[in-house]
């Protein structure tokens, strides 16, 4: 079955970028018909949606994170990433990489299991 | 957007039942009966437990069922287990800018 690895740096200077990339085994990106997305926790708090990206490069994004988000994949190594700029300390959180059914009817299966990204100077 | 707004803790006895409420909007639950809802033990990823408002992905017990009413979606557990004790999220479609939305999460305790 599917699963998805989350990988990147455990720390990152505030004002800078957070790069994050996940690696999906078990399936093929490029199949299509799933949306790949990005969800991150704040420590002791609830889920946050970030966003998503469709084989094809079309993304989605959480309107209050999209002006420093930015999703990619890439097919040749089966991987999705994640770019988080101009961090914060508010930006602390472990960061989840999932499998999105997309749309109206959609569901969230599987994730990974997380990465805790700490933003400190 | 705002999260959908779930109790924030329930607890209930072994093999007792107990419900877990998801309040949204008519722009998220209200307009789309499609909520999924998610199992997370601490210091692991959530887990699918309900898509589609009631449907059970294989592997997930029977004890576990969805339903929903108006702008409140709900989860219950019958036959409570002490494996289920854990944080449970609601998750909603909420439109064409927002795309998902999460409930705050409740803490289920089995005493």
């Known amino acids: 079955q599917v699963q998805l690895q989350e990988s990147g740096p455990g720390l990152v200077k505030p004002s800078q970028t957070l790069s994050l990339t996940c690696t999906v085994s078990g399936g093929s990106i490029s199949s299509g018909g799933y949306y790949w997305s990005w969800i991150r926790q704040h420590p002791g708090k609830g889920l946050e949606w970030i966003g998503y990206?469709?084989?094809?490069?079309?993304?989605y994004y959480n309107p209050s994170l999209k002006s420093r988000v930015t999703i990619s994949v890439d097919m040749s190594t089966n991987q999705f990433s994640l770019k988080l700029s101009s961090v914060t300390v508010a930006d602390t959180a472990v960061y989840y990489c999932?499998?999105?059914?997309?749309?109206?009817?959609?569901?969230?299966?599987?994730w990974g299991q997380g990465t805790l990204v700490t933003v400190s100077s | 957007q705002s999260a959908l707004t779930q109790p924030a803790s329930v607890s209930g006895s072994p093999g007792q039942s107990i419900t877990i409420s998801c309040t949204g909007t008519?722009?998220?639950?209200?307009?789309?009966?499609?909520v999924s809802w998610y199992q997370q033990h601490p210091g692991k990823a959530p887990k699918l437990m309900i898509y589609?408002?009631?449907k059970r992905p294989s592997g997930v017990s029977n004890r576990f069922s969805g339903s929903k009413s108006g702008n409140t979606a709900s989860l219950t557990i019958s036959g409570l287990q002490a494996e289920d004790e854990a944080d449970y999220y609601c998750?909603?479609?909420?439109?064409?800018?927002?795309?998902?939305?999460f409930g705050g999460g409740t803490k289920l305790t089995v005493l």
């Open positions: 008519s722009s998220d639950v209200g307009s789309y009966k499609l």
């Open positions: 990206i469709y084989y094809s490069g079309s993304t």
């Open positions: 589609e408002g009631s």
């Open positions: 999932a499998r999105d059914t997309g749309g109206p009817m959609g569901w969230i299966d599987p």
């Open positions: 998750c909603s479609y909420a439109g064409s800018s927002t795309l998902r939305v």
